[in-house]
């Protein structure tokens, strides 16, 4: 009787991770330095997530780059934090891209921690393309009281499940202020 229960639990438990992964679609962003794997919340965030998908399907981030970096440039490189944000600023897909309504995190729950993946923008509303990153907690982008005094945050939608040491590979790239001496390719990003 006790194995039939444990193993009713451990199917239970097989099937419950294997649902909650079908309502979060997975992507891969091939770079120059390896891969990393988001996990995407679309029940938390679906317009972001829905947009992000609709760039990935129209090829907007192939041959896409990371351009721009926080860090710290005193602390020891395992023990940086800050972001890294790439996409395609500079390309004028870019700007034929429509803008995505804004999901603050007080709307979604999502929270700036290391991994997650968030819209880059200057006023809500005004995000498209453009994404970052974070690398240890960055609780300043959920309120947005660094860079936008709208107190709306950043659209976060995701968060990386596997990949971290690729993106501590690419923050710590040679810099000059926020911006790499040479762009980290973005070979793609595709649906797993």
Request: hydrophobic share 35%.
């Amino acid at each position: 009787m006790k194995n039939t229960l444990l193993l009713a639990l451990f199917c239970f438990s097989i099937f419950s991770c294997r649902t909650a992964n079908k309502s979060e679609p997975h992507v891969i962003i091939n770079t120059s330095l390896g891969d990393i794997e988001v996990a995407l919340y679309p029940e938390k965030a679906p317009k972001t997530v829905k947009a992000f998908l609709e760039n990935i399907k129209a090829g907007v981030y192939k041959d896409a780059v990371f351009y721009r970096v926080l860090k710290d440039e005193n602390v020891p490189p395992e023990y940086n934090t800050g972001l890294i944000q790439g996409g395609m600023y500079n390309n004028h897909h870019a700007q034929e891209r429509p803008f995505i309504e804004h999901e603050s995190p007080k709307q979604t729950g999502i929270m700036h921690e290391s991994g997650t993946i968030s819209m880059a923008r200057t006023t809500p509303g005004s995000a498209s393309t453009e994404f970052f990153i974070c690398i240890g907690d960055q609780k300043q982008f959920d309120s947005s009281n660094r860079g936008n005094s709208d107190g709306l945050g950043y659209a976060a939608f995701g968060r990386v499940v596997k990949g971290m040491p690729v993106v501590r590979k690419i923050q710590n790239k040679r810099s000059s202020g926020d911006r790499f001496d040479e762009p980290i390719r973005i070979n793609n990003i595709e649906e797993k």
